[in-house]
């Protein structure tokens, strides 16, 4: 149990250009997921927590208008990326929190994004 | 600011028990330790956690010392499997997880 799924694994896109990234919590609800990015050799960067039904907060220095978070269901957080741009290339990892008291968090496979 | 120090890179060598040192000083009554690892191009997966007491699972064990400001995860038998980023976080439940640089573990044939 306790399975987490992104989707896509991995987009290429053209500068300019906005991709989507979704997170799914498989098996269990998530009332709030993370949305974390990592770039080569480094540690993941915690970006923004998404609570369903309200909106994301965004860590300080994170473009809230430029990663667009929604949250729409107990199951399912979206990144959108827009106006991508090449410094946006990076390993972007969701993060999905269970409904319990301990509130264990379980990550997705990650999506890696090239942007040309 | 880092609420975890480890070192940076360990190497074990395979069949051989691995022990990865983490110092939490800081660590606060209600936070608890817990151990991820991250292959490769890969998302980071749960090993264990846990708050005073040693833990046991079928991964690993984590010894955390009386005074809780260090912990250390023991992979009984590394195997090639195991090479990983090995990540030690404090966190309080339902809190975010922060994470560290963590400590590169090669092990070696």
């Known amino acids: 149990g306790a399975v987490v799924s992104q989707h896509p694994s991995w987009v290429i896109c053209k500068s300019g250009t906005s991709v989507k990234i979704e997170c799914r919590s498989l098996?269990?609800?998530?009332?709030?997921m993370f949305w974390y990015r990592q770039f080569p050799k480094q540690s993941l960067m915690l970006m923004a927590t998404?609570?369903?039904?309200?909106?994301?907060?965004?860590e300080q220095g994170v473009e809230k208008d430029k990663f667009l978070i929604n949250h729409a269901s107990l199951t399912l957080s979206t990144l959108t990326v827009t106006s991508a741009h090449p410094e946006d290339s990076s390993f972007y990892i969701c993060?999905?929190?269970?409904?319990?008291?301990?509130?264990?968090?379980?990550f997705g496979p990650g999506t890696r994004l090239t942007v040309t | 600011d880092a609420k975890t120090t480890q070192p940076p890179s360990m190497d074990c060598a395979e069949g051989r028990a691995a022990n990865l040192p983490c110092n939490h000083s800081?660590?606060?009554?209600?936070?608890?330790v817990y151990w991820y690892r991250q292959i490769h191009s890969q998302g980071p997966q749960y090993i264990i956690h846990?708050?005073?007491n040693n833990e046991t699972n079928e991964m690993a064990s984590l010894i955390i010392t009386e005074d809780r400001k260090s912990s250390t995860l023991i992979l009984p038998h590394a195997t090639l499997r195991d090479t990983a980023v090995y990540y030690c976080?404090?966190?309080?439940?339902?809190?975010?997880?922060?994470f560290g640089a963590g400590t590169r573990l090669t092990v070696k044939p």
């Open positions: 098996d269990f609800q998530a009332t709030t």
């Open positions: 976080i404090v966190r309080v439940d339902g809190n975010d997880m922060r």
């Open positions: 800081t660590i606060s009554g209600n936070e608890y």
């Open positions: 998404s609570n369903e039904g309200s909106k994301a907060t965004y």
């Open positions: 846990g708050l005073k």
């Open positions: 993060s999905a929190q269970t409904l319990a008291v301990s509130g264990e968090q379980y």
